[in-house]
């Protein structure tokens, strides 16, 4: 997830999609299963979502970029309706390229629905099933709003890649996901009627976080709720073996060296049972560090959440684990759980958002700007939606 403040870049005639001042998104509040029946039933509004348009950052600081079987270098730009190819990647819409000192930036700028189709499969397996697609649909519009109305640049609204949410294009649009799209068409969470910034993760090993125990601040809709039925998930427990010289690295890149590692202890958790505070002892000295920052430094894939135990190895350590992501808002594997128990996706949406309420888009929760989407924005201003 990452909010920003309001931008002002410019908007080159993208056929019907309209750019109006763009507003702020709230996040998700507390509450478990007693949400149940109908707590998010779809409300009608005024707002068509075809005439909403979403600018994806494709590539940025490349020196050049093969558009429509052309390398390119400089500035250009490719009209809408494409599809337009670049390097590879087939996209609905126009395509801009602009560049500067750093290099090429390139920008894909298309309907909201067809950026829904074109990730939906890019965020989660298309085995998990129709009700699955359609909750993680709107959970991917919604995000996409949310960042929408606080962009991190006049440029662009989102990342293609995990920074936000991964975009395939037009080949991620198989069957299953322009249904899911097209039965959700339009519909997002809101809170307090804005949209929410809904993120979500792989599997919660058991139990989802607090955005206040990942990003440091609360977020009303974003809290800890108990996740049964992941048990099928490959994430339900995983082992990351580490060196003590591997550990002695990704700890000096921290800016905490603490020379030869001597010894490393969880020495606080979260409400939702993850690693907050570890204690490293090092023949240099002793130094605390998160356990969010251990698992950037070390890498998402190596430590894939931060509920975990340290163990003393011969060769260094082991992370023992269970769940992947920073565990906060929807649980895919959760979802996965719920559906096959019979949930709809409003009833799933219930469950990791309690509080918020699905709505179709409108000129209200898509462009009316609020003073407290604007402070979720700033707690968690970098971070990806399932990262």
Do not use: C
């Not at 093969?66 to 494409?82: E, H, K, L, Q």
């Not at 709720?225 to 995983?238: F, I, K, L, R």
């Not at 690693?275 to 998160?290: K, T, W």
């Amino acid at each position: 997830m990452r909010w920003g403040g309001e931008g002002a870049g410019s908007r080159k005639g993208f056929g019907r999609l309209q750019h109006g001042r763009r507003g702020s998104f709230v996040s998700l509040a507390s509450g478990f299963l007693a949400l149940w029946i109908g707590a998010l039933t779809p409300v009608m509004a005024s707002a068509d979502a075809s005439a909403i348009g979403i600018r994806v950052l494709l590539l940025d600081n490349v020196s050049s970029v093969v558009v429509d079987g052309r390398a390119r270098r400089g500035s250009a730009r490719f009209a809408a309706p494409g599809p337009h190819e670049v390097d590879g990647r087939r996209v609905h819409g126009s395509v801009e390229l602009s560049r500067d000192s750093g290099g090429l930036r390139v920008v894909n700028e298309l309907a909201l629905e067809d950026y829904v189709a074109g990730t939906l499969l890019g965020e989660v397996s298309e085995g998990f099933g129709d009700v699955v697609l359609r909750a993680q649909a709107i959970a991917i519009r919604t995000y996409a709003l949310h960042r929408r109305a606080h962009p991190r640049s006049p440029d662009f609204d989102v990342e293609a890649n995990t920074a936000a949410q991964v975009y395939l294009g037009v080949d991620g649009e198989t069957p299953a996901a322009l249904d899911a799209a097209r039965a959700t068409r339009g519909q997002i969470l809101t809170f307090a009627g804005e949209p929410i910034l809904a993120v979500f993760h792989s599997a919660a090993g058991g139990r989802t976080a607090t955005a206040a125990e990942v990003w440091g601040r609360d977020v009303p809709y974003l809290v800890s709720v108990g996740v049964p039925g992941e048990e099928d998930s490959p994430d339900t427990y995983w082992r990351a073996p580490v060196s003590a010289e591997e550990l002695a690295s990704a700890l000096a890149a921290a800016g905490r060296d603490v020379g030869r590692v001597r010894d490393v202890r969880v020495a606080r958790r979260t409400p939702s049972g993850r690693s907050a505070e570890l204690r490293v002892q090092g023949s240099d000295g002793d130094v605390e560090v998160s356990g969010e920052t251990l698992r950037r430094v070390l890498g998402p894939t190596r430590l894939r959440s931060t509920l975990f135990e340290v163990r003393r190895t011969a060769d260094g350590f082991v992370f023992v684990g269970s769940g992947n992501g920073h565990g906060v808002g929807m649980s895919q594997w959760g979802a996965r759980a719920l559906s096959r128990s019979g949930a709809n996706p409003q009833q799933i949406l219930a469950r990791f958002y309690p509080g918020a309420r699905v709505e179709r888009i409108s000129s209200r929760t898509v462009f009316a700007p609020r003073a407290a989407s604007a402070l979720a924005a700033r707690a968690t201003a970098d971070v990806g939606a399932s990262q």
